[in-house]
């Protein structure tokens, strides 16, 4: 018999249940919203049809019974639709899912109304991106169409069907790919859709910090099988295992005669200007390369320019990974036999601060070229973010005191008109000497000799 106090307890624990599973869907809610750019598992894949006695209908999904006939009945105008919209990979979402999908027409006089629709569609949550999965669901929905217009597979609700959606929900969710063997082998992969890259200029400077091949955050580890020689050269910005890039690859042209010049300290221009190439194309390669996060675009490095420790540098007295990846870089071409410590190094970082050069910090601190390579120090740091780089933007600024403040020997330099229309405020000096094709120490003679011209850090 059942007392009161359990009859209670059981009550306040139902009503604790449902609160705690109200509370993780608000928090979820909170957490992934639509335009959050999150990927999401596939919930369900289902087949819908056009039955020529019941109209649409779900003629088979997996999981069973997840998408409800209320809520198919509510977008089934969308899941068969008009014939304008036949083949046109189409995203819905509604009431809690997004749904993607691809409908098909096939005409033919085989068929109760001498036509059949169908659409083969993928279930997400509706707060995740599902871009990736457009292009599996219209290859799905073109080679079903082939089985259907030569076995009926899809029409006569093949017992393999149920096998096939369940197949497809769990590779591709777990591996992101799949391969359907019948009477034809059919791959599928789902791709990584990235952000577009950044646009390249004649400043920037590429640093090679991954390998074409080399997994992804979020992705499967690479085979452990590598080579003990393996080069520490190229680090990958998110601290996977650094491997070599492979000259003998099946690079495009471009890239492979681009390549070699690609060492973390020559420019764009440089670049084009001793591989040979034009302008043009390098960029498009090396935007190509940043947007397979091949390499990644820093600034020009001068031992005049400023750098600032960021919040991140704490990382690096924290992560053993880190330190040993940052040890063997900046010693790679140093022929010592006492390797520098962690200290010394992070030392150096953090003297990094406006109003001290890089200069100025590696006199302060007695780094030799013996001990350690400052330069590969710095390339490392802005890879990994570790510091930024505070960028110098002259500024000409017009005094009614002064109609000729600028002396004569700075106006007998070459190009020195030129280049002053380019001091707006709006372009670095690594910028405008390569718009106006001066050097560094003509350009800062040109800054330094007129007293109108202003520099903004930033």
């Not at 629709?117 to 457009?134: A, G, M, R």
């Not at 300290?265 to 440089?270: A, E, F, L, R």
Request: proline share 6%; charged share 25%.
């Amino acid at each position: 018999m059942t007392t009161r106090a359990e009859t209670q307890r059981e009550h306040d624990h139902g009503v604790h249940t449902k609160y705690t599973t109200l509370m993780s869907s608000k928090i979820m809610e909170t957490r992934y919203y639509e335009g959050c750019d999150r990927e999401g598992p596939i919930r369900c894949i289902f087949l819908g049809e056009f039955h020529p006695v019941a109209g649409p209908k779900i003629s088979c999904q997996f999981p069973e019974d997840y998408v409800s006939k209320e809520l198919f009945d509510a977008i089934s105008a969308y899941i068969i639709p008009k014939p304008q919209m036949q083949k046109c990979t189409m995203t819905i979402n509604a009431l809690g899912h997004k749904i993607v999908g691809y409908p098909i027409r096939i005409d033919n006089s085989r068929y109760e109304r001498n036509m059949y629709l169908f659409n083969l569609c993928f279930v997400c949550d509706s707060w995740s991106k599902t871009v990736q999965y457009e292009p599996v669901v219209k290859k799905l929905g073109e080679h079903l169409t082939i089985m259907e217009e030569e076995t009926g597979f899809v029409s006569s609700c093949s017992t393999k069907l149920p096998t096939l959606l369940a197949h497809l929900l769990h590779d591709l969710n777990t591996f992101r790919k799949a391969t359907l063997v019948g009477e034809t082998v059919m791959h599928l992969k789902v791709l990584e859709v990235r952000k577009d890259p950044v646009a390249v200029h004649d400043h920037d400077v590429p640093v090679l910090v991954a390998s074409v091949g080399l997994p992804r955050p979020g992705r499967p580890p690479p085979p452990p099988a590598r080579a003990p020689e393996q080069s520490q050269e190229h680090l990958d910005v998110d601290d996977d295992e650094p491997v070599e890039v492979d000259m003998d690859a099946d690079w495009d042209l471009t890239t492979r005669q681009l390549l070699p010049y690609i060492n973390g300290y020559n420019h764009i221009s440089k670049i084009a200007s001793d591989a040979n190439v034009e302008k043009t194309l390098v960029k498009s390669c090396i935007q190509n390369l940043v947007y397979y996060n091949v390499v990644m675009l820093i600034p020009v490095l001068m031992f005049n320019n400023m750098y600032r420790a960021t919040p991140k540098l704490s990382r690096l007295f924290s992560d053993l990974e880190m330190q040993k990846s940052c040890l063997s870089f900046i010693t790679n071409d140093c022929d010592t036999k006492e390797k520098p410590n962690i200290a010394r190094v992070a030392g150096v970082l953090c003297a990094l601060q406006q109003g001290s050069t890089l200069r100025a910090v590696c006199e302060r601190h007695a780094v030799s070229a013996a001990q350690f390579d400052v330069r590969r120090l710095v390339v490392f740091a802005l890879i990994h973010g570790l510091v930024k780089c505070l960028r110098r933007f002259p500024v000409y600024v017009r005094n009614p005191s002064r109609p000729n403040g600028f002396s004569a020997r700075a106006d007998a330099l070459p190009a020195a008109g030129g280049v002053r229309r380019l001091f707006t405020g709006l372009h670095s000096v690594d910028e405008i000497c390569c718009l106006a094709r001066v050097d560094m120490v003509t350009l800062d003679r040109i800054i330094d000799e007129d007293p109108n011209v202003a520099v903004i850090w930033r």
